[in-house]
Every structure is written in structure tokens, then in C-alpha cells.
């Protein structure tokens, strides 16, 4: 337990200096996990396989899908859909291929191998989209992939290990009807799991009881899916989807400002044990498996080779169909991002780590530290040398939003959402609704606003308030909430236009303090 705390403190010095940096913390992360595991005198430690698939992933998973914007996840539903589910088999059969001709696994644990590696990491993906400035679609279609591709090549996993484990045992009709039950049945749980939380998120107004209620979402659905026989997985995927969209309403400011604090450092935390766990088994698994005679490196260069080239070998042709469908003009700029975008991370290593230590035999499950050896190899890979080249190409190809866009969509959305709280506050004067010397106190404010983002700069907050003058504040807040929500539905801002100026306004209403 101390050796773990030590790395948590170690990643979060390896993450300050990253954002120093402007490099990509997982990258960072990856390595420092790696290079702590080969420090001498570190003590063997080994994970039991249902610590990391019930403690480190559904919390991960959740708040990854909470960041998915649901408009533009329809908008690019086709090629999530085909990426999610065509390329994930493909990239699990390619590498399940390779690894039969280049390492001495047997066929089912080469196909564990592939089913542990065909999916890219949302936790990665997400950071480095978000760093990168990706367009709205793009971003969707990278995060969401990696949401859902990760659902299916556990789901996948999940049947594969079976298969392994019972040597062979299980017929690939049984594994097919699995498979369905398991997505379908997942999703179901995490749809009906959502719509009971969210019922219970709008009568609860205690920031302890939301906190408990948000931390425990995720792995109350994981459980009831698992209950079932279904994926736990995908049952949080779609919680957290569900869930994420319309967080406004569930919720007050303040509450939504201590979960967003809560939940990243959550997530901050059980990805570093994650590194650590694997920085810390990892000169184990280099001598058990080097003592056996197996070139593991070039293995794990053949699998990385072959994950990159399928990758592309599927988004280039579904971005050239997509084009023509559109009758627009295919580019090489967003395909390219796309296929470099697929890092491996937190949940291969996770699924890795989860193999059943043996087979319905009792006894140990042949190849499977050479598995979770070539897991983290392909990991440490696709992290350093993809997370560290996806910048400079984003730069390249152009298609990164310009900062001046970006500001300028804010200040579109902030005076779109003041003007209708002018509107809205001429009713109540109007109306008198509220003491006069308050209607004015706030027109002078919001006039000043006005006045500010109309010139381009940054608007303050209130002073001190008194009764009326909150009261009516926070009425004026929400009316500027529904015309930013408005503005979102009718497609005029971006869902990281949104989530930014709805922070923004939140700190305004937790500003005001107790009414």
C-alpha cells in the first residue's frame, strides 16, 4: 500500500510537470509507472483479477461517457457504430493472427491478446482530444469509439477468457449468444439504472448525498449488470451517457461544482494505481516470460504494427464512403488524425490484468503473464509514441479549432445567455417582481457585462448580496442556463461552449453564496 501512495505522489508531480510541459499527462504517466516498477528492491506485487474490473473501471468508465456530448454523438453514430463494432472484431482477429505466428500462445489466448488490445482507452483519448482543440465531430467520434469499442472488446474479452479458460470448451454459437445478451443486456440495465438515478438526483438537494449518490452510480450499475449475467461495462457506458447529457438538470451549481473536483480527482487517482500496478508487475512478467525463451519486444512491435495498420486499413475507407454520401470532397486530414488517435491505455491494461488466473481445471492458465507482458508493451508504445506525435500532426493537418474561434463561440454564448437575462429582468421590472433598487443594481450589472464581452474582455463577478438581490440574481441565472441550453439544441455552440460558460455560470450562483 505504501508503494502505491508513493507512485500516486509521483504521478501527480509527473502530471504537473506535463501540463508545464504542454506534453500529454498519460504519456508521462506511462512511463514513470514503468520506470518506478524497475526500481531495485520494489517487492513483487500481485493484483487479484476482480480488484481492477470491479474497483478501477467503472468509475473510469463513467466519468469518461458523462463527457460525451449526446448531440454530436448522433451526428456521428454511423461511424462510431462501424468503428465500435467492425474494427474492433477486425483489429481482435489481426492480432489474435499475428500473435500465433510470432509468439508461443495457443490460439485462444492469442485471441484473449486480441480482444484485450482492440480497443483504444477513452481516458486518453478524451485528454488528448480536449488538449488538442479537436472540432466538435471529430471529438465526438474519437470519444465515443472509445467508449463504445471499449464496451465491445470487453464484452468480447469476456467471452474470449471463457473460451480460454475452458480449453476450448465453449462453442462459438454459445460465445455469440453471450456476446448479444451480454451488450444488449448491459445496455438495458444501464438505461433503467439511469432513469431510477435520475429520479432519485432531482429531489436530493444534499451536496453529501449527491456525492455518495454520483461516486456509487457507477458501480451500482457495473453490479446489477454482472447480477444479470450482462455487461457490466456497457451498462456504465450508457448510464454515464445518459446521465452526462443533461447534468443541469438534475442538479444545482453548487453541486455540480463539487462533483466535477470530486470525480477528477477520483479518476486522477485510480488511474495512477493503475500505472503503478502495471510499473510494478512488469519486471516480473520481463523474467518469466524472457526465462521461457519467448522475443517478446518483437512481438510486441508486430501486434503494435498490426493494430496501426488495421486501423487505418478501416477509417480511410469509411471517411472516403462517408464523404461521398455527403457529396463532399474526401481529405486525408481527419482520417489520419482519427487512425493516430487510437492510443491504448487504462482499460486494455485493466481487462489484461483481469485474466482468470486459472482454468476450469484448477490449474495455472497457460500464456497468460506473456499476455498481459505484451499488453503493457503495446500500451507504453501507443501511449509515448502516438501521444507524443498526435500534436505536432494535429498542427499539421490544420483541423485543430483556432483559439480565436473557440473564445469567440464563448462570447457569442455568454451574450446570447445575458441579453435573454436583460429580457427577462425587463418583465420583472415590469411586473415589480423585485424591490427597484434591485432590478437596478442588476441592469447595471448585466449592462456592464454587456458592455465588456461586447468589446471582447472577460466579465467580473457580483460583490456581496443581500436577500432580493440573490434571489433575483439566481432567477436571472436560470434563465441564462435555458438560452445556453437553447442555443446547444438549436446547434448554434458546442457542447464545450456549453459545459465552459455553464461552469462559468455556476461559480456565479455558488458566488452569491447561501440564500
Do not use: K
Amino acid at each position: 500500500m505504501g508503494i502505491v501512495l508513493a507512485l500516486v505522489v509521483l504521478a501527480t508531480v509527473v502530471a504537473t510537470f506535463a501540463r508545464r510541459l504542454s506534453v500529454p499527462a498519460p504519456s508521462l504517466l506511462v512511463i514513470a509507472g514503468v520506470l518506478a516498477g524497475l526500481v531495485p528492491g520494489v517487492p513483487d506485487v500481485r493484483v487479484a483479477p476482480d480488484v481492477v474490473s470491479t474497483v478501477v473501471l467503472p468509475p473510469l468508465l463513467y466519468a469518461a461517457a458523462e463527457e460525451l456530448s449526446w448531440r454530436e454523438l448522433r451526428a456521428v453514430r454511423r461511424p462510431v457504430t462501424v468503428l465500435a463494432l467492425g474494427l474492433v472484431v477486425a483489429s481482435a482477429a489481426a492480432v489474435a493472427l499475428v500473435a500465433v505466428a510470432v509468439t508461443p500462445l495457443s490460439v485462444s489466448m492469442a485471441f484473449v491478446l486480441g480482444a484485450v488490445l482492440a480497443s483504444t482507452d477513452p481516458v486518453a483519448v478524451t485528454a488528448l482530444g480536449r488538449r488538442l482543440a479537436l472540432p466538435p465531430r471529430v471529438q465526438a467520434l474519437v470519444q465515443g469509439e472509445s467508449l463504445f469499442n471499449d464496451a465491445t472488446s470487453l464484452v468480447l474479452f469476456r467471452v474470449a477468457a471463457g473460451v480460454a479458460a475452458a480449453g476450448g470448451a465453449i462453442s462459438w454459437w454459445h460465445a455469440a449468444g453471450d456476446f448479444a445478451w451480454l451488450a444488449g443486456g448491459g445496455a438495458l440495465v444501464g438505461a433503467l439504472a439511469a432513469a431510477g438515478v435520475a429520479v432519485i438526483r432531482r429531489r436530493t438537494e444534499d451536496p453529501v448525498l449527491e456525492t455518495v449518490i454520483a461516486l456509487v452510480t457507477p458501480y451500482v450499475c457495473y453490479l446489477l449488470a454482472e447480477e444479470a449475467e450482462a455487461s457490466g461495462v456497457m451498462a456504465v457506458v450508457v448510464a454515464g451517457v445518459a446521465l452526462g447529457g443533461r447534468a443541469e438538470d438534475l442538479t444545482n451549481s453548487r453541486i455540480r461544482l463539487q462533483l466535477h473536483a470530486v470525480y477528477g480527482t477520483v479518476v486522477f487517482l485510480l488511474e495512477s494505481v493503475v500505472f503503478a500496478l502495471i510499473g510494478l508487475e512488469l519486471p516480473r512478467l520481463v523474467d518469466e516470460v524472457s526465462g521461457s525463451g519467448a522475443s517478446w519486444p518483437l512481438a510486441a512491435l508486430a501486434v503494435t504494427a498490426t493494430l496501426l495498420a488495421i486501423r487505418a486499413l478501416w477509417v480511410f475507407p469509411l471517411s472516403a464512403a462517408m464523404a461521398r454520401r455527403q457529396g463532399a470532397r474526401a481529405s486525408w486530414r481527419v482520417p489520419v488524425v482519427v487512425s493516430w488517435a487510437g492510443a491504448r491505455g487504462v482499460l486494455p491494461l485493466a481487462a489484461a490484468l483481469s485474466i482468470p488466473l486459472t482454468d476450469h481445471a484448477g490449474g495455472a492458465l497457460a500464456g497468460r503473464e506473456l499476455v498481459q507482458l505484451l499488453t503493457a508493451a503495446v500500451i507504453v508504445l501507443t501511449l509515448v509514441v502516438q501521444g507524443f506525435t498526435l500534436a505536432p500532426l494535429v498542427r499539421r493537418t490544420g483541423i485543430a479549432l483556432a483559439p480565436a474561434d473557440t473564445a469567440a463561440e464563448g462570447v457569442r454564448a455568454r451574450l446570447g445567455a445575458t441579453r435573454a437575462a436583460m429580457a427577462h429582468l425587463e418583465t420583472v421590472s415590469d411586473l415589480e417582481a423585485a424591490p427597484r433598487a434591485v432590478v437596478e443594481r442588476v441592469r447595471r450589472e448585466l449592462t456592464g457585462r454587456l458592455d465588456q464581452l461586447t468589446a471582447g474582455e472577460r466579465d467580473g463577478g457580483p460583490g456581496p448580496a443581500d436577500g432580493a438581490y440573490r434571489a433575483l440574481r439566481r432567477d436571472l441565472i436560470a434563465v441564462e442556463n435555458a438560452e445556453l441550453n437553447r442555443m446547444y439544441d438549436a446547434g448554434e455552440i458546442s457542447d464545450a461552449t456549453r459545459r465552459s460558460v455553464q461552469r462559468t455560470l455556476d461559480l456565479e450562483d455558488t458566488g452569491l453564496g447561501e440564500s
